[in-house]
């Protein structure tokens, strides 16, 4: 099951790094989107992979719990981001229902055009095929003890 769950975000974190590409060179509200269905391939795939009731704890942005409230926080986002992307550098198996990623972000300012890139690492909660919960930390060594595992 463990090897599945890391298929899953996988699969979530594709279809994300596509969706957010799209949407910084077409931007319209998430929250919209989400409420009528009006999503595309891409998006629908992140939103059917995420469990309704998904919480997404960020490291910087605050805790937000459905699909709603983190539409909102895409919205939010995007207000002072011209463009905000995604790069998935590992996956690694936590076993049980747990899979550690290291991500790294590439944010644009709105206006100023500054770039930068981030890198954030998560642990992702898998339970019956959807994604529960994703917890963000700064720090690779604080993720890998939350998720049980050691550098």
Known sequence: MSQENVEIVREFLDAQTKWLRRHSQNPRS???AVRSGDLDADARKVF???HPDLIWNTHEFGSYRGQLEIAAAWDAIFEVADSYAVSTLELVDCGGDRVFA????TVTAKGSGIQATFPIFVVVKVKDGLITQADEYAARSAALEAAGLRE
Do not use: E
């Open 30 to 32: 998430i929250v919209k």
């Open 48 to 50: 059917t992979l995420a």
């Open 102 to 105: 290291a991500i790294d972000r």
